[in-house]
């Protein structure tokens, strides 16, 4: 089953909501739902993208469940940090 909302909040990072008011301070107008989709189609395309060069075979579904997941996101954010 697919997952409707996914927040992913540890340690530093900030929630949807922090983000939104980050963002509409900067001037960018964006409520929490806009920033969990700008989110969600990122990791969306990276795991497409993965998919694509190691020739993994995955289905749509099974990328969006991927890239939804808070075990994929984290990974994808600690390898960013480092």
Not at 20 to 33: A, E, V
Not at 35 to 58: A, G, P, T
Request: aromatic share 6%; glycine share 2%.
């Amino acid at each position: 089953m697919i997952k409707k909302y996914v927040t992913v909040k540890e340690n530093e990072g900030k929630n949807l909501q922090e983000i939104s008011s980050i963002m509409c301070s900067q001037g960018y107008k964006m409520n929490h739902n806009t920033v969990r989709n700008i989110i969600n189609s990122s990791f969306f395309k990276i795991i497409k993208e993965i998919n694509e060069k190691q020739n993994l075979h995955l289905t749509k579904t099974q990328m969006i469940e991927i890239s939804m997941s808070n075990k994929f996101q984290t990974t994808i954010a600690d390898l960013l940090n480092d």
